[in-house]
């Protein structure tokens, strides 16, 4: 990856639907060399194609983030909840970090209520998210 796909690269993660010729005025890069970049950056798995939605208008606007402490190693399975949104391995006195989105707290309540009891957790700290302040 060089510097042109660097310059590439940030104009797609501020517009992914950008059009080849529009990006092509921004960057000062020929449509083709983008078309075979892109396409080649595609390929090679350095980016892909997403969308991103407005919590609040699908009913995703309680953001939890919960610190767990395991007893034992916790299945992959468990994070394929549509509430679970991101896992990551920490270090410190937690193992996981895990990003949950709910509708409203009642939605969470009955969730973690039913998280705790499947699963061996030692310890959890949960942090509900009030205000986004950069996306």
Partial sequence: MDKIDKIIINELKKD??????????????RPSTLHQRISKLKQNKVISYTIKTDDELVGENFIVYMMVQTETMIDN???????IKEVYGITGEYDLMIKMKFKDVKEFNDFII??????????????IGTVKIKD
């Fill in 16 to 29: 992914s639907s950008i059009s080849l010729k529009t990006l092509s005025k921004l960057t000062k890069i």
């Fill in 77 to 83: 399975k468990v994070f394929s909840d549509h509430h």
């Fill in 114 to 127: 039913n998280f705790r009891e499947k699963h061996n957790l030692k310890k959890t700290l949960t942090m």
